[in-house]
Each structure stands twice: as C-alpha cells, then as structure tokens.
C-alpha cells in the first residue's frame, strides 16, 4: 500500500507562485510516472503534468512555460513549481503514482493522493 502525501496548496493572488509538494510512501516494488491533476466543481478531473520514472516531464498545453514538475526518485517525491497563476488554475490538486504493488509485481496500479487546494484569486 502507498500513500501520497500533498503539501503546499494555498491561496495566492494572480501572477503570484506556488510550489506543490507530493511525496510516496509505503512498501511498494517499483513506481513508474508520477503526476498531478487537477479538478474544479462541475468539470472531469484534467492533467497537469507528468512526470517518468526516468524524469522525463511533460505537461498540459495551459501550463507551459509556466509550470515546472521536477522527481526526485530518492523518496520519491515530485515538486510542481507553479509561477505565474492564473484565475483559471483554481482547483483542487491531486498527486498521482503508477505502482507496482511488492507483493503482486506484475500489476500497475493507480494511486492518489487526497488533494489539496489552489485558490488564486483576480
């Protein structure tokens, strides 16, 4: 079993950042990408960006050029660094990891974390 930890979530004025912190622990044998989606009321839940195992990020065509998600595999951990906000970056963030369970190797699972809040406000 992993658990996703979040932190980080916050309000913050428009033009303002935020860093979005989300760290997996547990026993587990392998997780493969990490991510982070967000979701609005009303709407599906979209993705952010995402990153391998091997660091390779890419992100959501709303994002670009002002999000960074960066891994690091020692804990592991993923930092998504948010600059220049936007009203429309509002949302509840969700942390994301592929699994490979210890005890059942062959499976990938899907795992999240509880979430935690954006607010940015005009």
């Known amino acids: 079993q992993v658990q996703l930890v979040e932190s980080g979530g916050g309000r913050v004025q428009a033009g303002g950042s935020l860093t979005l912190s989300c760290t997996a622990s547990?026993?587990?044998?392998?997780?493969?990408?990490m991510a982070w989606h967000r979701q609005v009321p009303g709407k599906q839940r979209e993705l952010v960006a995402i990153?391998?195992?091997?660091?390779?990020?890419r992100y959501a065509d709303s994002v670009k050029g002002r999000f960074t998600l960066s891994r690091d595999n020692t804990a592991p951990t993923i930092n998504l660094q948010m600059n220049d906000l936007r009203v429309e970056d509002t949302g509840v963030y969700y942390c994301y990891a592929e699994v490979r369970p210890h005890e059942a190797r062959w499976l990938r699972q899907d795992n999240w974390g509880q979430g935690t809040l954006v607010t940015v406000s005009p």
């Open positions: 990153i391998t195992d091997g660091g390779d990020p």
């Open positions: 547990g026993k587990y044998f392998h997780i493969h990408d």
